[in-house]
């Protein structure tokens, strides 16, 4: 069973920053890629950034230079952290971490994230 549990959302004015966190346990031991997404308020899911699984990031366009994703050794081999800095009002939305395994498509619950004008 493969479960991927997020955290760090919360409610952050504008300019803040806030650093989400990605848990992937269960049967998958090798590191994988592993993707931010995020659901605003309005729009269907889009992908944030993906870290691969030697630790290469490709950002969204809409996230690049304010973002920051890094996988952490030190807490698992699957597990990576999202700094964001420099929020926005249009940040605001539930941001999951995302695993693709073979034919598995796996999901975290989603974190919020809050950001106040």
């Known amino acids: 069973q493969v479960q991927l549990v997020e955290s760090g959302g919360g409610l952050v004015q504008a300019g803040g920053s806030l650093k989400l966190s990605c848990k992937v346990t269960g049967s998958i031991t090798s590191p994988k890629p592993l993707s931010w997404y995020r659901q605003v308020p309005g729009k269907h899911r889009e992908l944030v950034v993906r870290i691969a699984s030697d630790g290469e990031t490709n950002y969204a366009d809409f996230v690049r230079g304010r973002f920051t994703a890094s996988r952490d050794r030190t807490k698992g081999t699957n597990t990576v952290n999202l700094q964001m800095d420099s929020l926005q009002p249009e940040d605001t939305g539930l941001y999951y971490c995302?695993?693709?395994?073979?034919?598995?498509?796996?999901w975290g619950q989603g974190t919020q994230v809050t950001v106040s004008s």
């Open positions: 995302n695993l693709v395994h073979g034919s598995q498509d796996y």
